[in-house]
């Protein structure tokens, strides 16, 4: 409406600007109203051929519904796909930790069954050294024991009570000298 009163004035100024004029032929004032009341009645009925029905607004806001409905299926489908993405994107950070953490842990396995391995063939060498050492010993203290068993029969007198009871448990000896290996060795443990 406010609109429609502007055209009036406008109208009304041109119609009084016009009719003041003497330069203007008589009718020509006249011919201008009429023209100016067409056009005023045209722009009426275009502004009311313009108004929407009931049925176009109905219409046009279902189209603005369904539009709105589709935005939001398709922000839906993105926000999944966001969230599948990212679901994914942390499954592969668990993956790839669990990678990490496994091949830490086969690499400690292995650090670890080195060290015992090494352990162990420290362990068989020094019990083989002590092996040889004790039959180092072993045959160091026989040598001994035969040198001494050799001293002792050189000086045994083959007459003498204790040579004459030597003489008999040397019999059940392969040898003189591994019987007084024996005696001389039982003697040292008493």
């Known amino acids: 409406m406010n609109s429609e009163q502007n055209l009036d004035n406008l109208l009304n100024e041109l119609k009084s600007t016009y009719k003041d004029s003497d330069s203007l032929p008589p009718n020509y004032s006249s011919e201008i109203g009429n023209l100016l009341d067409e056009v005023k009645s045209e722009l009426k009925t275009n502004k009311k051929s313009k108004e929407p029905n009931r049925n176009q607004i109905t219409q046009a806001q279902s189209q603005v519904d369904e539009s709105l409905d589709l935005i939001k299926q398709q922000y839906q489908q993105k ?112």
Request: hydrophobic letters at 30%; zero cysteines.
């Open 79 to 190: 926000q999944n796909l966001s969230s599948a993405k990212i679901k994914n994107t942390k499954i592969i950070q668990n993956n790839s930790q669990l990678n990490e953490s496994f091949e830490s842990i086969k690499a400690q396995y292995k650090n670890k069954q080195t060290h015992q391995q090494a352990q162990e063939q420290l362990n068989y060498n020094r019990n083989k050294q002590e092996i040889i050492i004790q039959e180092q010993q072993k045959q160091l203290q026989h040598k001994q024991l035969v040198q001494q068993a050799e001293q002792w029969l050189k000086n045994l007198d083959p007459n003498s009570d204790e040579g004459m009871w030597f003489n008999e448990l040397a019999e059940s000896y392969p040898s003189r000298l591994e019987a007084a290996i024996s005696y001389l060795s039982t003697l040292k443990s008493i």
